[in-house]
Each structure stands twice: as C-alpha cells, then as structure tokens.
C-alpha cells in the first residue's frame, strides 16, 4: 500500500519555519550539494506530493519560474503531481497541480488505497497535524538543522496527541544537519 510520508525541515528547538520575513532562512544556511541530491533521490519515488494552501503557494511562485530552472530539484517540482488541501480550489497556475475536493483527507484515504507510489506532504504543518491525528502518517523525514531560532512556528504545538516513532535511518551531512527517518509505530 502506498505510504504518506511528511517530510520537514527542522530547528533543534522544533521549529518548522523561522520568525515572519526569515522563515526560511535557518534552512538555506544549511543547505548543500549532499542534501540537495538526498532529496532528489527521494522525490524521484514519489507519485505525489501534498501541500497545504500556504505552502503551495509560495513554491508556486518560485519552482515553475526561470528563477529556479537552475535549481537540481527544479524538474522534480514541476513535473510531481501536487494535490492541494485548501479551501481554494484554484491551483493551475502551476502544471501537474489538482485540488483534493471538498473532503480531502478522504480523496487522500482513496489515493493511498488505490495508488502506486508513495505521497509526500512538504512544508504544510497544519496538513501533518491533521494527518497525524488521522493516523494516516506512515513516516516522517525530518532534516535537522543545528539551530535554535527561539521564534517561529512549532510543527507540534501543545496540545499535540502523543505519538511514537521508530528510527529507521540517519544521515550526517557537513553543514551539522541531520536527515532522520522514522516510521510512525501503530
């Protein structure tokens, strides 16, 4: 069966995105060529990714540019089907983009039934949390940033349900971030 899987870009202190006008920024300090390719390899597995509205579009501003034609990830981006969970049902200003219905974690339930080809959610905290509660995360691939940002948005606030993970790999990169893999115990 096909596997959702939430990849996120974190700060030690669990911060999914920096303060407004950085929230990036903590991530392009340590970025490099190794990461780059890691996460090539890994969308280059994928049959979709999902993102939330607010995610969606800020990478539709970037990726389909001549901005990001340089870019190692640039063909991955626009050529991935991307399912939209929003209220909003306009998406095709960016190719290979759908939105998931009135109802989307149930279209998401039908995809992952009938798909081939795991799904990654990118970015789009409010769309893990409630995939999460849904039970509906199979694994999460956190990159780890060695940063404190102090501010910015929590992937977990409180409030949270407790959930348990298992490690099932780790990858070292030269800038001191970390990939750490974990599949989500049942």
Known sequence: MTKIIAYEFL???G??????????DFVQK????????????????????????????????????DAARHETL??????????????????????QSS?????????LEERKRSSKGDMMVIGSATVVRELLRRGMIDEFRLLLFPTVLGAGTDLFPGGT??????????????????????AVRA
């Not at 640039?74 to 190719?95: C, E, G, I, P, Q």
């Open 11 to 13: 700060s030690i202190d």
């Open 15 to 24: 911060k999914f995105e920096g303060p407004q006008g950085q929230e990036m």
């Open 30 to 65: 340590g970025f490099c060529e190794a990461i780059e390719q890691d996460i090539a390899r890994q969308y280059a597995s994928l049959s979709a990714f999902i993102m939330g509205r607010k995610t969606f579009d800020s990478l539709a501003r970037y990726w389909p540019t």
């Open 74 to 95: 640039f063909d991955h981006m626009n050529a991935m089907t991307k399912l939209v969970v929003s209220n909003r049902a306009d998406v095709s200003n960016w190719a």
């Open 99 to 107: 939105h998931l219905s009135a109802d989307p974690f149930a279209a």
């Open 161 to 182: 349900a407790p959930s348990e993970f298992e490690l099932v790999a780790s990858r070292a990169y030269n800038t001191g971030a970390m990939a750490l893999d974990y």
